[in-house]
């Protein structure tokens, strides 16, 4: 006998969320914008000292969101931990919107924001960055104007890594007076710069932040809301009790103690993504400024074929052809030896496209 399932309109209209590909350990891995070198020695130490008994408690938050909130120059009470970057956006829709609600978005963006859109049964208005992937400021304080219940913007953006400027910001924040806005901040370690401070300033202002790329902690699952204490507060009754995991929770803790671990790792990162930049612009390829730990380029409409050269020689990279168009990559950054050995395969794998007459 069949059973019918009594399946959300939302979920049966949408495609499940492809996950990344399998199969990556062991290859250089510059599709997901993953700190390739990993976490520092001193999270390894801690994650040895967890005892059985720990494992068998469910994990208390008090101490270590007190360090982590010190770390990041905010309260506690200013601190809402969350499973991952992701939970960390969630969690907005499970506070704000309702079905039909109205949300605001720039695309191409961070993919999770039109998710858990679709997943709420949400309308969603999208405006757009341009050729030059450069912010519509304009376009958005229109928009703005129209009263969305959330506006999710990733700065720096991904995959265009592009930076609001702080003007810029404090133009949307005086806009949206009645609106939701969640400053995604996931790169805000390779921008120099973030607006934590401003929380008192602006209470509709949300700052999200993971701890899966300048911590190197993507496995774990560790994110984070900051907001002022009152802003926060309905957010917190949104949430699970025991929504991180006690490893991540310690994790974290000594990533933070140990800050020349990931400044130095920032360092890199910033170093290579210029150096990355100059040396596609010599071979003709077009690349975008970025803030974040990648850099996106257009190849033109031979780069497909040299990404699944490079694929096949286990070098990683996030094709956008599909979203963007033939020939633009997403090229995560990584360490020196991998981006030595990217510059050395695309020198010797790509064909620029021939010119019309």
Excluded at 67 to 81: D, N, Q, Y
Excluded at 271 to 296: D, V, Y
Aim: proline share 7%.
């Amino acid at each position: 006998m069949k059973t019918r399932l009594p399946v959300r309109k939302a979920i049966l209209k949408r495609k499940t969320y492809e996950a990344p590909a399998e199969g990556r350990a062991g290859k250089i891995r510059l599709d997901f914008n993953e700190n390739t070198a990993g976490c520092g020695p001193a999270v390894l130490r801690a994650l040895a000292k967890l005892t059985p008994q720990q494992f068998g408690m469910y994990p208390e938050y008090r101490k270590p969101s007190a360090s982590i909130a010190r770390h990041l120059g905010v309260r506690p009470e200013e601190l809402l931990l969350t499973n991952g970057g992701d939970d960390a956006l969630r969690v907005f829709f499970d506070t704000f919107v309702e079905p039909h609600s109205h949300i605001l978005i720039c695309e191409p963006t961070f993919p999770m924001y039109r998710y858990w859109a679709e997943i709420a049964g949400a309308r969603i208005e999208v405006r757009r960055y341009d050729a030059q992937m450069r912010f519509p400021l304009t376009d958005i304080l229109a928009a703005l104007r129209k009263k969305p219940r959330l506006f999710f913007l990733a700065n720096p953006n991904n995959p265009t890594g592009t930076l609001v400027t702080a003007a810029a910001l404090r133009k949307i924040l005086v806009a949206a007076r009645h609106t939701v806005v969640i400053l995604d901040e996931a790169y805000a370690e390779f921008s120099g710069f973030s607006a934590l401070t401003w929380i008192h300033r602006y209470p509709n202002l949300f700052v999200a932040r993971t701890f899966s790329k300048a911590a190197g902690l993507a496995a774990l699952r560790l994110g984070a809301v900051i907001a002022a204490k009152d802003s926060l507060e309905p957010v917190r009754r949104a949430m699970p009790p025991f929504p991180v995991n006690l490893a991540a929770l310690v994790a974290a803790d000594a990533a933070l103690r140990e800050r020349k671990t990931i400044r130095a790792y920032v360092r890199n990162i910033q170093r290579w993504r210029k150096q990355l930049a100059e040396r596609l612009n010599k071979l003709g390829i077009a690349t975008f400024p970025s803030a974040g730990n990648f850099l996106l380029a257009n190849f033109g409409p031979t780069g497909p074929v040299l990404f699944a050269k490079l694929e096949r020689k286990g070098i990683l990279l996030r094709d956008r052809t599909k979203d963007m168009g033939p020939g633009f990559v997403r090229i995560t950054i990584g360490t020196r030896k991998e981006m030595q050995t990217l510059l050395r395969q695309i020198q010797r794998n790509w064909k620029a496209p021939k010119r019309k007459n």
